[in-house]
């Protein structure tokens, strides 16, 4: 085998990271690997201000003192010459967020490998956190797997389960798969510089694939059951955030939980059945009801659906659309 593969021996990595998900695998394999260099996506215009700052990995990859590259387009032949000017063994990549292309996947002799927010085949694509709550899911985990041309589609070599709590919203859950991926990603690479790593190629039968998030999907859809709404409202905190419309106006749903048993007597889904003092809001749901708890009206900060309610003046019998 090659020296490469030597356990005496560091495995030479570039990583290729964008947002805060990826910083700790950066952080942790530093213990394993010597990095070369950290591939991130450009500086963008950000925030409500929206003033051009870097993607969370270039500030925390700086910090730390590595070369970082921010090119438009990987297969930039000049961005190919520079990579392959590095000599890596091995390439990481964690939530870059662009296709890697052909390339740069046959550069690095040991193969390019990613840490996955889910337990493959199942939920393949973009958004397989948001997803996995919204559908009601009570696990999920990481994978860590060689990267193939296909999306997703790569040889598995090992996975890592986690629990989702009732509780979890997609910004709770991904710190906690954030955490576990880095976890996976350092004995992963142990493994492959041991020359003992697997190749487990996926069940593409079982795949299923989601695709990246769009501010409609998260619109509230009032003739879905009440359970099913409260998943997406979790899903979909914190971006695009849960909506509806009140008087004509935007109304972001933040906290809401199911009522199995609805209110009395036949409602229109979307009707406020019942206002509850301190507590929240009943609105009719296609199968049981949902109490809205936490709102925020258009323009305006988040606060208590019983704050909405004495400011807006929300009244039983109105439709929330």
Not at 46 to 71: D, H, Y
Not at 145 to 158: P, T
Not at 170 to 198: F, K, N, S
Not at 210 to 239: C, F, H, Q, S, Y
Request: glycine residues 8%; proline residues 9%; contains cysteine.
């Amino acid at each position: 085998m090659l020296a490469a593969n030597s356990p005496s021996r560091r495995l030479k990595a570039i990583f290729l990271g964008t947002p805060e998900f990826a910083i700790p695998s950066l952080r942790a394999v530093l213990d394993v690997v010597e990095v070369l260099a950290v591939v991130t996506q450009p500086d963008r215009p950000r925030g409500r201000g929206r003033q051009v700052a870097p993607p969370p990995v270039a500030a925390v990859a700086r910090a730390l003192g590595f070369r970082v590259l921010q090119p438009t387009r990987l297969n930039d032949p000049a961005v190919l010459d520079t990579l392959r000017a590095l000599r890596p063994d091995i390439i990481i990549t964690v939530a870059y967020g662009k296709i890697i292309p052909p390339a740069i996947l046959t550069l690095p002799p040991l193969g390019c490998i990613n840490v996955h927010p889910s337990l493959l085949p199942k939920y393949r694509g973009a958004s397989p956190i948001q997803s996995a709550i919204a559908d009601g899911q009570r696990e999920t985990g990481v994978t860590i797997m060689y990267q193939s041309e296909a999306l997703d589609a790569g040889d598995i070599i090992l996975q890592r389960r986690v629990p989702i709590e009732p509780y979890d919203t997609a910004q709770t859950l991904e710190a906690r798969l954030a955490d576990e991926g880095a976890r996976a990603l350092v004995e992963a690479l142990r493994l492959i510089a041991g020359g003992t790593a697997p190749r487990i190629p996926q069940d593409a039968s079982a795949a299923t694939y989601v695709k990246k998030l769009t501010k409609e999907n998260g619109r509230l859809d009032w003739t879905r059951p009440a359970r099913a709404l409260a998943n997406v409202i979790r899903a979909m905190d914190p971006w695009p955030s849960a909506y509806t419309t009140h008087r004509g106006r935007l109304l972001k749903i933040w906290k809401g939980a199911a009522i199995e048993n609805g209110p009395p007597g036949p409602a229109r889904p979307g009707t406020v059945t019942e206002v509850r003092r301190g507590e929240g809001v009943v609105v009719a749901t296609g199968e049981g009801a949902l109490l809205v708890t936490e709102v925020q009206p258009e323009g305006r900060r988040r606060m208590t659906a019983d704050d909405y309610v004495r400011g807006a003046r929300l009244e039983v019998g109105e439709r929330l659309i």
